[in-house]
């Protein structure tokens, strides 16, 4: 066993267990979670010190003595129908969480709630509306509201409860704990409140001389998580800037941009922006707004603990909206390190591809919380289908480091879960020495995954958190989980990057997505130069992949605006008359490994062919076009219907990316012929690494350009061969 690269979670009253994991598991950090404290015996042990620090909460007694400095977020009350012509009263927070959130009566209502008419769309003048009562007793009442119609209110409220502590608190039964309180955040954009968080961290760091890294979760704003009055998650989304709002923001962008910006813009007609949404550019320039604030404090908070001489990280989570890793700004933040939560190959490729940094460290699930950690958990089986995805990533784009988190105490009651923690650290730790900590060998092109949001959600797509999705959308995420750990440098593209033409490094654009959001583009395929553009490069022999709705939107005659180069078209209703003459699925170098039930998800229905030489490889029961190849001048196009996420799949958008890229379907250099199974090689070194994708022994061979190696790998197993 080698040692390093590993951080471990301690707590306090656990010191000869502290010491004893640390010497057997080789951890070269330890850090506290929300809810622990360092033991005293962390200074003793050669080991750095990882300390939590929370910079928008935790100061209950700056929060309490300051309701006006907190964090505030724009939400929409219930939508309620005026049944006939008398005044109609909307209690403004009816359906939420009045312990996490509450109506800010005191700021301007007449500037910054606003009424809408949600069957019209009319905005209501205030003389057509009034408020009665104070924070959760606001009643608001529309005077002469039109019969039949239907009423909501974006109002600005106050963050009463951090959602990520609450999630904590109720998860460990904090109420119980008369220690424990209910953390209210703040916010940074008040002056008084950003001199008390730099003042505080100045204490902190003196107080702390022993810490050698702050662990910074996060910083300012907490992405979107509203919960509703069952006590549960209402509205969840991990991209969502809903609660980056505060009437000194909304003034500042309005000097700053030259525009103000309305409730409306960021209630979005309650879809609060979400990342499947085409960005407004008013929501875009927010975000670029609260990014150069965001990184420009983030900046100020880090160079005061590069002066105390300790190491800045960032937890990519809680409160880190405004940070956008992959944005333009990250890297003058001056952070060392990253750390973020790897619940899959693309999340687990979301860190460690962040620029600007110093070194990544993944945290690796399940978290060590007694929802798993209990009698009837199963926390091995988590931890190996954890392992499973994320070795993947690791193979193609090493983390640094990796660690795990929460209360020690209830991971040791389950020494199984410890032995098996062994040995995953042990086989990271040989990635990077078999390896070189270098990344193996890729095809000689690109992939470019072209939607609305390009770099800036560079592995992001499809995503709650922590690898978390929703209905709807696993049947494109299995695409992103599969090019997370496939041979190939893949590269994120919005559609103003390719205006001028595909970049020449990219050999194959993906374009997945449901119809209508942001990842398959929505009303940007209405423009004719973005047409023209993929077009000419496919038909000038590059590659494109469609799954979903590719291009989709609907003008002209044709659904899917690149119809002519996929050869196909979805059908809506509206051109049944029109005959199409679907021929039987044919053999195809690009399904060699697919078992005949090509798995699509949710899939895709009513998918018509429109060209004759198209090649249809899979339908469904009811006729409609599964799997396609279609040759379009020099290039080639394939469609599919979902590509959620499995081993077939997998193996399958490998030799379609070929395919597209070069007209071979072969997958080239060192390979497994059971798609189970997937191979590395390192030239560097000279080895190559064989790993098994399932939780169940494999028998297989690995082919080589001149060697074949017969192996046999037990469940989740791996091997180094020469």
């Known amino acids: 066993m080698t040692t390093g690269r590993l951080t471990l979670p301690v ?13 057997r598991l080789g951890a070269d950090a330890v850090r506290n979670s929300d809810g622990t404290e360092l033991p005293e015996i962390v200074h003793d042990l050669a080991a750095r010190i990882y300390a939590t620090y929370f910079v928008g909460r935790g100061d209950q007694d700056w929060a309490l003595s300051h309701p006006d400095q907190t964090t505030r977020l724009y939400l929409m009350s219930s939508r309620t129908a005026a049944l006939d012509d008398q005044p109609l009263a909307l209690r403004v927070i009816d359906g939420y969480f009045e312990l996490q959130v509450c109506p800010d009566t005191d700021c301007d209502i007449v500037r910054w709630w606003q009424v809408i008419d949600r069957t019209s769309g009319r905005t209501l003048d205030p003389e057509e509306w009034r408020l009665s009562g104070a924070d959760a007793d606001a009643i608001l009442t529309i005077t002469a509201p039109e019969v039949g119609h239907v009423y909501t209110v974006d109002f600005l409220a106050r963050q009463l409860w951090d959602p990520t502590q609450m999630y904590n608190y109720l998860t460990n039964n904090w109420a119980d704990d008369p220690t424990r309180s209910r953390e209210q955040p703040f916010d940074a954009r008040y002056p008084e409140t950003w001199t008390h968080i730099q003042e505080s961290l100045s204490t902190w760091l003196k107080e702390n001389p022993d810490v050698d890294v702050v662990r910074f979760t996060t910083f300012f704003y907490h992405f979107t998580l509203v919960f509703s009055d069952q006590e549960r998650e209402g509205f969840v989304d991990w991209f969502g800037y809903s609660a980056s709002v505060s009437v000194p923001a909304l003034e500042d962008f309005e000097r700053e941009m030259g525009y103000a910006p309305k409730p409306e813009d960021f209630v979005d007609q309650g879809y609060y922006n979400s990342s499947f949404r085409v960005p407004s550019q008013v929501f875009l320039d927010w975000i670029d707004f609260q990014h150069r604030f965001v ?3 983030v900046r100020q908070l880090v160079d005061q603990v590069h002066g105390a001489g300790k190491e800045a990280m960032m937890f990519l989570g809680d409160n880190w909206i405004g940070t956008e890793p992959y944005g333009p700004l990250f890297a003058s933040t001056g952070l060392d390190a990253v750390v973020g939560s790897v619940g899959s190959a693309a999340t687990c490729r979301m860190i460690a591809d962040i620029p600007g940094v110093r070194y990544t460290e993944g945290r690796f699930l399940p978290y060590f919380f007694p929802d798993v950690f209990r009698p009837g958990g199963d926390p091995v089986a988590e931890a190996n289908e ?6 993947r990533a690791i193979v193609r784009s090493p983390l640094d480091r990796i660690g795990y988190g929460g209360y020690l105490s209830v991971a040791t009651q389950f020494p199984e879960f410890i032995d098996r923690v062994e040995q995953i650290v042990d086989e990271f730790r040989s990635i990077h020495e078999q390896g070189g900590s270098q990344a193996p060998a890729t095809a000689d092109f690109e992939v470019g995954v072209l939607n609305c949001w390009g770099r800036l959600r560079s592995w992001q797509t499809h995503m709650v958190a922590h690898a978390l999705w929703y209905r709807g959308a696993y049947s494109y995420l299995g695409a992103l989980e599969s090019l997370a750990g496939l041979p190939f440098k893949v590269r994120f593209l919005n559609f103003d990057d390719i205006a001028g033409g595909v ?22 395929w209405a423009d004719p130069t973005t047409q023209a553009v993929v077009r000419q490069f496919v038909a000038a022999g590059g590659g494109l992949i469609g799954i979903g709705d590719p291009s989709a939107h609907l003008s002209q005659g044709a659904f899917f605006q690149l119809s002519d180069v996929f050869g196909l078209d979805r059908e809506i209703g509206w051109s049944l008359s029109s005959d199409r003459y679907l021929t039987q699925p044919v053999d195809h170098p690009i399904a060699a490994d697919l078992p005949q039930q090509f798995d699509t998800g949710e899939s895709t229905p009513g998918i018509v062919p429109l060209a004759d030489d198209l090649l249809v490889l899979r339908t469904d029961a009811a006729g409609s076009i599964t799997l396609a190849a279609h040759p379009y001048g020099r290039g080639r196009a394939v469609y599919m219907a979902g590509l959620p996420w499995s081993v077939d799949n997998n193996r399958l958008l490998h030799r379609a990316l070929n395919w597209a890229a070069t007209g071979g379907a072969e997958l080239g250099g060192y390979y497994a012929v059971d798609p189970r199974v997937e191979v ?35 469940a989740a197993g791996s091997v180094w061969l020469s």
């Open 11 to 23: 707590e306090q009253g656990m010191d000869e267990v502290v010491t004893a994991l640390i010497e």
């Open 680 to 714: 590395a090689h390192y030239p560097s070194t000279g080895r190559v690494f064989a790993y098994s994708l399932v939780d169940q022994p494999v028998a297989t061979v690995v082919n080589g350009p001149d060697c074949e190696w017969p192996i046999e790998l037990s």
């Open 295 to 297: 990184t420009g404090h």
């Open 503 to 524: 970049p020449d490094s990219v050999g194959v654009l993906v374009n997945a997505g449901g119809f209508g959001t942001a990842f398959s583009g929505g009303q940007r």
């Open 386 to 391: 954890s392992w499973l995805s994320a070795r």
